[in-house]
């Protein structure tokens, strides 16, 4: 007779200091995963095996991982219980049970230094860049060449002596390209260290969904509202350079 394949299935559960609790933003996108908390200590279950095996778990500090048996925790290849199976605890899902706080933001400029920090790293996903920041001096007699088709898909505004462009297809000038991300403008190839700090960082600065949020790869960001861009035109741009006495 055939096996239950349920017999295979096995039950993680983990438990991590509450000391640590910062550490845990680099799993806190794993939906599967529910989290309890104590006193001193974060009770995690839900696994995957894959999860179970991943580098995220073992560079957590002071992260243990067990199995479920028999309502027991067993560490991993031990023949003998650590401990019985925690009992009466009130399981939420990890990114609901662990909340974050972030300090009040600068003006448009803010650097976020709470208790999560935030930080761009390299991303592994290749995404389509629908913005660009080009020097205004370097692309003037290449945009006011180009046909009207090309442009008025575009919007546009200045920053320092830079043109941001938002909008497909893109010009083909030189500049850095961003791709959006949640309402964010993030650097190509790069995207938060924490995945799910996107819409939270939205929520809590831009819940009127009223700006873009341009970052940088050190982790700072400009706030741009949207009603500060306008549709890309020669004229508009001829029209801003010589206000901004760029000729």
Do not use: C
């Amino acid at each position: 007779m055939a096996k239950d394949p349920s017999e295979h299935i096995r039950d993680f559960w983990a438990e991590i200091p509450r000391v640590n609790e910062d550490h845990l933003g680099t799993i806190r996108d794993w939906k599967n995963v529910q989290a309890a908390l104590e006193d001193e200590v974060i009770w995690l279950k839900g696994f995957t095996d894959e999860q179970a095996a991943s580098p995220e778990l073992r560079q957590l500090p002071g992260f243990l991982l067990y199995e479920l048996r028999d309502g027991l925790l067993f560490r991993k290849d031990a023949l003998v219980p650590s401990k019985k199976v925690r009992t009466a605890l009130l399981w939420n899902p990890i990114d609901k049970a662990l909340r974050l706080t972030f300090p009040i933001s600068n003006n448009n400029f803010f650097g976020i230094d709470g208790r999560i920090e935030v930080k761009l790293v390299p991303g592994g996903d290749e995404h389509a860049a629908t913005a660009l920041m080009s020097p205004m001096a370097e692309i003037r007699n290449s945009l006011i060449a180009l046909p009207k088709f090309k442009l008025e898909r575009l919007d546009w505004t200045v920053i320092d002596g830079q043109a941001l462009f938002i909008g497909t297809p893109l010009l083909g000038f030189p500049g850095k390209a961003y791709w959006s991300k949640d309402g964010h403008l993030l650097p190509a190839g790069f995207d938060f260290e924490y995945k799910n700090l996107s819409l939270m960082l939205q929520k809590k600065y831009n819940a009127d969904s009223e700006s873009w949020l341009l970052w940088k790869e050190d982790g700072s960001v400009l706030a741009l509202r949207k009603n500060d861009f306008r549709k890309l035109s020669v004229s508009s741009f001829r029209l801003t350079e010589k206000s901004q006495e760029w000729i």
